[in-house]
């Protein structure tokens, strides 16, 4: 039986919990240790975090993990009596020593037997010992009077308490603030409704209602409690990227230091965590693939060791994560030919351009692959994985000076100050940080340069697009124009008016739909509809795009279209999520948002299908299906309907009306729709 008894199981989960904190601050005090070398309480540290180590594994039966840290111990106590000197070689047998502690706890309390492994860990840690002490350092002045008696080492005594954890905590399942998250957003969805009732039935402004007010007081108290919550900073995967930067240095031989700012800035726990391999594959890029060796640095008047930085900071909803290193940066003539090589015509795109290509499946300049980088395999599951959490990622590279990504994620619930406008005859918030200006039409006059329309921003000359034709809208508009700005370019958008200010409780768009490009997040409105949040660099994206390049063209690696298609839906995000799956199925997608914007449409340009909803303003998608096949020019188009009406009578309806297919969207799925698509186009060839 277990000298624990029935408590074993409990105890063992106790001592992982402990052991991760503590094998943690093992490995980022070693490489403290590593640059501060023989540092009397820096070692005590290090030696009690093994030394407890040692003794927890040894009371809940985890005897392998117990004898690692055992000759941890001994090899450290040398270091504590000044018989030995910390080096590169030292910590990495000690680090490795940590690696397999680590890797042990959950196989153990798995019951697997890792015996055989702890004694090969158990060796090499042995063989450190063996090896011939290294000379500490001469002292550059001879000392005037004798040197201090070496002091004595410090007793083992229990775990001297940290800075950090001076405050009290407790620790909380993940799941458990996801819901009082969502719950603190009902609730303030609750409240705005309160606020219309009391205006619409009582007739009184909510505020001069002193209760209401301070309901609203609490409330928006407790979204920011509830949100800073689920915040952890930066710093919780730094020291990962710490050691992979020293450990693939180390490998290269090169010489690097790590550098990190804006550590404390803080982000939602579950997007940050999706972003630590991301940003791990970056920095071990850097090193082994962006930063030149000593001698090639020294021969180009550089410092022969390189710095790789992380560089975190917040800005307005969103946070920018920078990495960046000053080696010899990326060589865009190797990227072009690089893509040539593999089919793409590059001929029309600019330097920044192909720059992105670097993004792209299998294209790597590297002349050399390693174990680390240089397949082509690593820099599109970074942008993939930069897609999930619905953020973005750039990049800048000179020459000779270094390279810089740059990911910009945004917060995914936030009480967002917004500014409402009017476009296309819906409403859409814009969040206030990318607001730069706000103007009426009379003081924004607006020119013609290049044929292009502008408007004077200081001494900026700012593109200046329509809101509503950016977003899919027919109608143009003619009010005030509002100048937005992202992380790096500017541009103005015209909209029907300005709606106003306030509060936006956001909501992220779920892990279920692709990221789209123009949007940041929604809300759900007093009256319960949804009010779409914009991206607004995403927006500029689409807005330059629209300018610069036909929608044909596409970018040079694109797949050849497979046919066009006419999206109609009044719902913003459903036709942005059909525009996304359909165009990176090869399909040239276009919008409405109604029946009769859907047959102005048609009557401009022909589509080879029309995928529609049912309930729309102005005409709905049945009349729409009706119209279609009323009208010769039209009445070979195959249509689909698209909607959430699921009876059998609504069935009957569609194919009544003239449909070639009907699918409910809550039976919706990407492959379903594609195959649905392809099977209509087929039989419509």
């Not at 594994?57 to 001994?74: F, I, N, Q």
């Not at 920078?322 to 690089?338: K, P, W």
Request: glycine fraction near 8%; hydrophobic fraction near 40%.
């Amino acid at each position: 039986m277990s000298k624990l008894g029935d408590f074993e199981e409990e105890f063992r989960q106790l001592f992982a919990e402990e052991a991760e904190t503590r094998l943690l601050r093992l490995s980022t005090e070693l490489l403290q240790l590593e640059e501060a070398g023989n540092d009397p309480e820096l070692v005590a540290s290090i030696f009690r975090d093994a030394h407890t180590l040692k003794g927890a594994a040894g009371m809940v039966g985890l005897d392998p993990v117990a004898r690692v840290a055992h000759v941890m111990e001994d090899l450290l106590e040398e270091l504590r009596q000044g018989e030995r000197m910390a080096s590169p070689r030292l910590v990495d047998g000690l680090l490795a020593a940590v690696d397999a502690v680590r890797r042990f706890i959950p196989e153990l309390m798995a019951g697997e037997d890792r015996t055989d492994e702890a004694a090969v860990v158990e060796a090499n840690v042995r063989a450190l010992r063996e090896e011939p002490v290294e000379e500490p350092p001469v002292p550059s002045t001879a000392p005037a009077t004798a040197p201090p008696p070496p002091s004595a080492a410090p007793p083992i005594a229990t775990p001297a308490p940290r800075s950090d954890q001076s405050g009290e905590t407790i620790r909380v399942p993940v799941p458990r603030l996801d819901q009082l998250v969502r719950l603190v957003g009902e609730a303030a969805a609750a409240h705005l409704r309160m606020g219309r009732m009391l205006t619409d039935l009582v007739g009184t402004d909510p505020a001069n209602v002193a209760e209401f007010r301070e309901l609203s007081h609490v409330l928006n108290e407790l979204q920011e409690k509830t949100m800073r919550a689920r915040m952890v900073p930066v710093a919780t995967i730094t020291d990962n990227l710490h050691r992979a930067v020293r450990d693939v240095a180390r490998s290269c031989g090169k010489d690097v230091h790590w550098e990190v700012r804006g550590d404390d800035t803080e982000l939602d726990r579950s997007v940050l965590e999706q972003l630590a391999d991301p940003l791990l594959h970056l920095v071990r890029n850097a090193v082994d693939h962006g930063i030149e060796t000593a001698a090639e640095r020294e021969a180009a008047g550089k410092p022969a060791q390189a710095t790789v930085r992380l560089h975190a900071m917040q800005l307005g909803s969103e946070v920018i994560l920078a990495v960046s290193d000053d080696g010899g940066g990326i060589d865009v003539g190797r990227v072009r030919d690089e893509a040539s090589r593999r089919g793409a015509d590059t001929t029309a795109l600019s330097d920044e351009e192909t720059l992105y290509l670097i993004f792209r499946s299998g294209l790597s300049t590297a002349e050399f692959i390693s174990d680390v980088s240089g397949r082509g395999v690593g820099l599109d599951v970074v942008r993939t994985a930069v897609d999930a959490t619905r953020g973005r990622i750039d990049v800048r590279s000179t020459p000779g000076e270094g390279t810089e990504f740059r990911i910009v994620v945004p917060i995914t619930l936030a009480v967002l100050p917004c500014l409402l406008v009017e476009a296309g005859g819906r409403c859409y918030a814009l969040p206030l940080h990318s607001v730069l200006v706000a103007q009426d039409a009379e003081h924004a006059p607006l020119r013609h340069a290049e044929g292009r329309l502008s408007v004077q921003v200081g001494s900026q000359a700012v593109p200046v697009s329509d809101l509503g034709a950016v977003l899919g809208a027919d109608e143009p508009a003619e009010g005030p124009v509002v100048v937005v700005s992202g992380v790096t370019r500017r541009h103005a958008f015209r909209v029907d008016r300005l709606v106003g200010q306030r509060d936006v409780v956001v909501k992220g768009l779920g892990r279920l739909l692709p990221r789209l490009d123009v949007l940041a997040g929604a809300s759900v409105e007093p009256d319960g509809s949804i009010l779409v949040v914009l991206d607004a660099p995403g927006l500029i994206d689409r807005a330059r795009s629209r300018r610069e390049r036909p929608s044909t063209s596409g970018p040079a690696l694109s797949t050849p279209r497979r046919g066009t298609i006419l999206v109609v839906d009044d719902a913003m995000t459903v036709r942005e999520l059909q525009r996304s799956i359909l165009e990176r199925a090869g399909y040239a997608v276009r919008t409405a948002d109604d029946g009769v914007s859907a047959l102005a449409r048609l009557a401009e340009e022909p589509a080879d299908l029309v995928m529609t909803d049912v309930e729309m303003p102005r005409m709905d998608g049945f009349a729409l299906t009706e119209a279609i096949r009323a009208q010769p020019s039209t009445a070979t188009i195959p249509v689909l309907i698209l909607t959430s009406r699921a009876g059998d009578e609504d069935r009957q309806r569609g194919l009544e009306a003239g449909a070639d297919g009907y699918i409910v969207k809550s039976a919706f799925d990407e492959s379903g729709l594609l195959a649905a698509v392809e099977r209509l186009l087929g039989r419509a060839s």
